[in-house]
C-alpha cells in the first residue's frame, strides 16, 4: 500500500454549525460511518496559517516568544500568521509575516512541510517554510505596528542543533515549531536538496 495521504470525503447528513468568531467557527456534523451508523463530529473550522523556519549562514534558527492564552504559556515559536489575505500566494503570506514579526526579509524560499495541526478537531492547514539569505529591515523600512500579544516579543536565534535538542527535551512545545525545526535538521543532511519550491501545490 502507498504511504500518502489521500483526498477523502464521507457523507455528511447534517451539518450544524455552533459558534461563530473573530477567527474560527465550531460546526457538528452528523457522519455516515461505516456499516451505515451515524456519528456526530465537532471540528474547527479554521483559514489555515503559515509559518517561517528563517535559518542563517551559521545555521541558527529565528525563534520568537509569544503568549498562547489557551495554554497560559510563553511559547517559543517560529515567525507565523493566519492566511488572512484572500487569493495572497502562501509564500508572500509568509515572508510578509517574516518581516512584520521578526523584522527580516529572506532571499531563498522553499517549502519545507505541510501540517494538518490536529486533523481529529480542526481542519486548520500549515505551510512551514524554509527561508534563507536572510537580511534585517532597516527599522525606518518597517512599519508594522506590534499590538496585544506582539507587543514586547522578543526575537532569539537558536543554534539549530540546540533547537533540536530543545524539541526533544519538551522545551519547545509550539507544534510548527518541532515540526520546522526536525524538518530542518532533516533536510540539511541533504543539503535541502530535495525540499519543494516554495509555490509547490498543497495537497
Do not use: C
Request: charged share 30%; hydrophobic share 45%.
Amino acid at each position: 500500500m502507498r504511504i500518502e495521504d489521500t483526498p477523502e470525503a464521507w457523507d455528511v447528513v447534517e451539518s450544524r454549525h455552533r459558534f461563530t468568531g473573530h477567527v474560527i467557527q465550531v460546526v457538528t456534523d452528523s457522519v455516515k460511518m461505516p456499516g451505515d451508523e451515524v456519528a456526530d463530529r465537532d471540528y474547527v473550522v479554521h483559514p489555515g496559517a503559515v509559518a517561517v523556519l528563517a535559518l542563517d549562514e551559521r545555521q541558527r534558527v529565528l525563534m520568537i516568544r509569544q503568549y498562547r492564552h489557551p495554554v497560559r504559556r510563553l511559547l517559543w515559536e517560529l515567525p507565523a500568521g493566519l492566511r488572512d489575505v484572500e487569493g495572497e500566494p502562501l509564500a508572500e503570506t509568509a515572508a510578509r509575516e517574516l518581516a512584520e514579526e521578526a523584522g527580516y526579509r529572506a532571499a531563498t524560499w522553499h517549502t519545507l512541510l505541510d501540517l494538518r495541526s490536529s486533523p481529529g478537531m480542526t481542519d486548520e492547514r500549515i505551510r512551514v517554510f524554509l527561508a534563507r539569505d536572510l537580511t534585517e529591515i532597516p527599522e525606518e523600512e518597517n512599519g508594522f505596528v506590534h499590538r496585544h500579544e506582539e507587543i514586547g516579543m522578543p526575537v532569539e536565534w537558536v543554534p539549530l542543533d540546540d533547537a533540536v535538542q530543545k524539541a526533544l527535551t519538551g522545551m519547545i512545545h509550539n507544534s510548527p515549531a518541532v515540526a520546522g525545526i526536525l524538518a530542518a535538521y532533516a533536510a540539511s543532511a541533504e543539503g535541502f536538496a530535495y525540499l519543494r519550491p516554495a509555490d509547490a501545490p498543497e495537497a
